[in-house]
């Protein structure tokens, strides 16, 4: 098999809520998709990108998703299995940033940014349902 491209689809609560907190990062929504005849001003599925890169969101379905209690998903005091959603690498030029624009928009950080040991600087997010997004840029040499 050769691939000709991957979309993640991420299982939200509310894709409302969810193309919101999206903006927050710069991302926009692309579409949506009102499929519930019980609700049908609702949307159940639909998109978000940032340049070329494209993630779906599904109310309800398709796949796990569920925060942990602890704030922290890495660290002493943190866990990386311990929230139930998908987690991602999103690569960035600046991790620093990155991070300062979401203190400013809100968004919780769950890990600062931090120089790791494999190789990047990284830092994580958790949208509202659970899910993680490692935040990361491989390490010049110096």
């Known amino acids: 098999m050769l691939a000709k491209g991957i979309t993640p689809i991420l299982n939200v609560t509310s894709l409302v809520q969810s193309f919101e ?30 340049g070329e890169f494209e993630l779906f969101l599904c109310k309800d379905s398709q796949g796990g998703r569920g925060r942990s209690h602890l704030k922290m998903t890495g660290g002493p005091d943190g866990s990386d299995a311990a929230d139930k959603g998908v987690w991602m690498s999103i690569w960035v030029e600046d991790v620093d940033a990155v991070h300062r ?41 110096k």
């Open 21 to 50: 907190w999206f903006a927050k990062l710069g991302w926009r929504k692309c579409w949506d998709w009102k499929g519930d005849p019980d609700s049908p001003d609702v949307p159940t599925f639909g998109a978000v990108a940032s």
């Open 101 to 141: 624009e979401c203190l400013a928009q809100g968004i919780e950080v769950t890990f600062p940014p931090t120089d790791e040991p494999w190789g990047v600087r990284e830092m994580h997010i958790r949208h509202p349902d659970g899910h993680v997004f490692r935040i990361s840029k491989g390490k010049e040499e």
